[in-house]
């Protein structure tokens, strides 16, 4: 398939083209030209405006329930979903049944993205069943595709497995992944500890269950000077930890979900299971705070956390509910929205350039005779989601009916047009 857009906004700060618009012609999965009013033949022609394009998108977090829980969500469900969202590529967490902690499960997921709009970037179990106590074989699942390793909605735990696991992935320059929740402190909470949740009667898990083991990892992280990146953050003074730890030079990277940049536990005072998540959503404070980390840099990348629930398990007592928020499909939509004063560059860096440095991803780039891997969007516009209308086989957002500011046009993979 051929393909000619016409005068797209080229968003790639790497680009000899950046910011400038033209017309690119991509020809068997290269971009074969770039320059202004391209008259070549093409099967597709794609002329909208305001279209910009940009090097395709990735997700560093995401549930993909298979095997196991392929009720909630499957690869092809949550591939259509993240190409719906603008993603080209995935990284899922190991959390499913059986639990994702060897070579050949590792492959298999990776072997899924032949017949998917996105390519599944597979984490490893940082250890042996996702239960805190003993190595996993990281070496084995990197040689088997695993792009990270986390323990997924089982952060680790304790401080010596973490050290040990740290000092091991060096060996072959990996990056572990932590969500900053201490299980020990606020293990039975609902929500955020606060005014809200006294006032709701529901037990809170305070700031202090994510900022004790941020502070606990960074000095895990300075001692073995390995990699960290820590996912889902939510809370001002994790913001300071971590940009403290970056400015002594750690090699540590940060990531924030839309969920918390757009929600606070003032929210939850509708009891909205949709809204129960973990780490929680915080104060209003803590939200702004984050915001502003996303303006400035000091947030690397937005990362969905796109957690699918069924029915049952969402449409219940707010006690009951199973923690979780399905989040491709808007993701993208939610930062234009609540954070437009962001450049295009700013953008991109946040939704592929940064993930796909932080992870050694292979590098792509809008250029003459570079693979085409790209993500077609707008800032202009509105979208709303309706139920029906979400490609995950989960419908738990909270972004529901809500208008955002934007568009996904769709994505360019393996010579393929998937559009929206």
Excluded at 21 to 42: M, P, R, T, V
Excluded at 139 to 144: I, K, L, P, S, T
Excluded at 294 to 312: F, S
Aim: aromatic content about 8%; charged content about 20%.
């Amino acid at each position: 398939m051929n393909i000619l857009l016409k005068q797209v906004t080229i968003t790639d700060p790497q680009s000899p083209f950046n910011g400038k618009e033209y017309d690119l012609l991509i020809e068997n999965n290269i971009i074969s030209k770039i320059g202004a009013n391209l008259s070549d033949k093409a099967s597709v022609i794609i002329a909208e405006e305001g279209l910009c394009v940009s090097p395709g998108w990735i997700d560093i977090f995401a549930h993909f329930g298979e095997p196991g829980y392929e009720y909630k969500e499957s690869f092809e469900t949550g591939a259509a979903a993240a190409a719906a969202g603008g993603y080209t590529g995935v990284f899922t967490i190991p959390n499913n049944k059986p639990i994702a902690d060897n070579k050949s499960l590792i492959n298999f997921a990776a072997k899924q993205s032949a017949s998917l709009p996105v390519t599944i970037y597979p984490i490893g179990t940082i250890t042996k069943q996702a239960d805190g106590k003993e190595l996993a074989e990281m070496y084995d699942m990197r040689a088997g595709g695993a792009m990270a390793f986390s323990d997924g909605l089982n952060p680790v735990q304790s401080p010596g497995i973490l050290l040990k696991a740290l000092q091991y992935v060096k060996a072959f320059d990996g990056v572990l992944i932590q969500v900053p929740i201490d299980k020990s402190i606020g293990n039975s909470g609902l929500m955020n500890e606060g005014v809200i949740s006294t006032r709701l009667g529901l037990p809170g898990i305070p700031s202090l269950a994510e900022e004790i083991i941020i502070k606990r990892d960074i000095d895990l992280l300075a001692y073995t000077q390995s990699k960290l990146h820590i996912t889902g953050i939510s809370t001002a003074a994790s913001v300071a930890l971590i940009k403290a730890a970056k400015e002594k030079g750690l090699q540590i990277t940060c990531s924030v979900t839309p969920y918390h940049l757009f929600f606070c536990d003032e929210d939850v005072q509708t009891y909205d299971t949709y809204l129960k998540v973990n780490p929680p959503l915080r104060s209003k404070a803590d939200m702004l705070a984050l915001r502003e980390a996303v303006a400035n840099g000091i947030i690397d990348c937005i990362a969905t956390h796109h957690l699918p629930q069924d029915w049952d398990h969402k449409i219940c007592e707010f006690e009951y509910a199973l923690f979780g928020m399905i989040g491709l499909e808007t993701a993208y939509l939610v930062i234009n929205h609540i954070i437009d004063n962001l450049s295009n560059d700013q953008l991109v860096r946040l939704f592929s350039l940064n993930a796909r440095n932080i992870f050694n991803l292979p590098a792509t780039h809008i250029n003459e005779n570079e693979i085409a891997e790209l993500t077609l969007y707008s800032r202009k516009g509105n979208t709303v989601y309706e139920k029906d209308q979400f490609k995950s086989k989960s419908q738990n957002s909270a972004f529901t009916g809500r208008e955002l500011k934007g568009l996904v046009y769709g994505t360019i993979k393996n010579g393929k047009l998937y559009t929206n």
